[in-house]
């Protein structure tokens, strides 16, 4: 397994805890009422603001992790580190289905302002389209890795 | 509209010849992944005009006799 490879596995892994964890903060901040008042925009963009660097820290977490593991597993105590154009002609066909969910994500949140539905409703599912994008790139590029296709 | 070429290669054979070398050996020879090798030597990943220059003056033939392009 490649170190891009491995980086994008551990991606993969992140961005499915960042997902879980935002969900759950959502569903607290329901729960308690917070998103239905008068600043309930503010009070998810705050939200969000912490999940940003949360969600930063997370990925570069789990590359350490995964990179240690990984080299334990293997038994290999110097890991390659390369990157070459075969990672990076990889990276392009992931950004493409991420480009594509993201563009739809934000075309569907306007086309439903547009049509008078809930400002906080449409800007969570914009998000979670942005979420998913990158979810589903990353794990192109997984299959594309595993499989050559 | 034409078929698309299938272009295949001789990297195999080549290591063979040249002392059984290993796609470990070549790839770091070459400056790409393991992993890159064996896409390129299954011809499942087509590599770029540079590497395959690279690749061919590692084992000192020209450019036609690693890699070789079929019209079907």
Not at chain 1, 17 to 39: C, K, M
Not at chain 2, 44 to 72: A, D, H, N
Request: proline letters at 3%; aromatic letters at 12%; charged letters at 20%.
């Amino acid at each position: 397994m490649s170190h891009e490879e491995r980086n994008n596995i551990a991606s993969l892994l992140a961005g499915l805890l960042v997902n879980i964890y935002i969900i759950s903060r959502l569903a607290n901040l329901y729960s308690d009422g917070s998103l239905n008042g008068a600043d309930s925009i503010m009070v998810w963009a705050r939200a969000i603001l912490w999940a940003i660097p949360i969600g930063i820290a997370t990925v570069i977490i789990c590359i350490i992790l995964f990179n240690i593991l990984f080299a334990i597993a293997e038994r290999d105590p110097k890991p390659s580190f390369v990157v070459d154009e075969r990672d990076q002609a990889i990276k392009s066909y992931g950004m493409h289905f991420t480009m594509v969910i993201v563009s739809i994500a934000f075309f569907g949140g306007v086309v439903a302002l547009a049509f008078g539905a809930n400002t906080l409703h449409v800007l969570i599912a914009m998000f979670f389209g942005f979420s998913l994008g990158d979810l589903i790139g990353n794990f192109a590029k997984l299959i594309r890795y595993r499989y050559d296709v | 509209m034409a078929k698309k070429p299938k272009i295949t290669n001789t990297i195999r054979r080549l290591r063979f010849d040249a002392d059984e070398m290993t796609q470990k050996q070549l790839a770091e020879a070459v400056g790409v992944t393991r992993q890159t090798i064996v896409a390129i030597e299954n011809a499942k990943y087509y590599p770029t005009l540079e590497l395959s220059f690279m690749i061919s003056r590692r084992f000192g033939k020209p450019l036609e006799e690693v890699f070789i392009i079929e019209f079907e």
